[in-house]
């Protein structure tokens, strides 16, 4: 599937994604716990050149990640949904699966940020696991 759509729970933000995903990460880092609600983040790798905002216009929470550089979280300010992660240096946009109008044939490539983990957050059984960010070629760079 090479064209992807998604969008918020109420419809307000809608976006697509026009090339094919570069793999899908578990991250467990404590933000996105936060963010999550206490899961992990399940996260679609999208090329930033293939990410379109279409519809609506999310809202943005900066903060700095472990490399110093910005990450930047987006999500629809009218009912709150999880929608994307950017982070300043990194070529690509790390999209929460839940966001995405079909993700059925998606499945976890990596887990990262385990040093953080609860001890009940689910690991995939033969799926690598990095104690926080992986190194390049992990993400697909």
């Excluded at 697509?16 to 793999?23: D, E, Q, V």
């Excluded at 629809?76 to 929460?96: F, H, I, M, R």
């Excluded at 109008?101 to 799926?127: C, F, I, Q, R, T």
Aim: aromatic fraction near 6%; hydrophobic fraction near 40%; charged fraction near 20%.
């Amino acid at each position: 599937m090479a064209e992807r759509t998604g969008g918020c729970a109420c419809g307000v933000i809608r976006f697509k994604i026009t090339a094919p995903l570069m793999g899908v990460g578990v991250c467990h880092c404590t933000d996105c716990q936060k963010a999550s609600g206490g899961t992990p983040n399940y996260v679609a790798l999208a090329p930033k050149v293939s990410f379109e905002i279409i519809q609506g216009e999310a809202k943005v929470y900066c903060s700095k990640g472990d490399s110093g550089n910005d990450v930047r979280r987006a999500f629809c300010p009218e009912c709150g949904t999880p929608l994307w992660s950017k982070l300043t240096q990194a070529p690509l946009v790390a999209v929460k699966l839940g966001a995405l109008d079909d993700n059925a044939d998606l499945k976890p490539d990596l887990h990262l940020y385990v040093a953080s983990a609860a001890p009940w957050h689910l690991m995939h059984e033969g799926v690598p696991t990095f104690p926080k960010m992986p190194p390049p070629l992990a993400l697909g760079e």
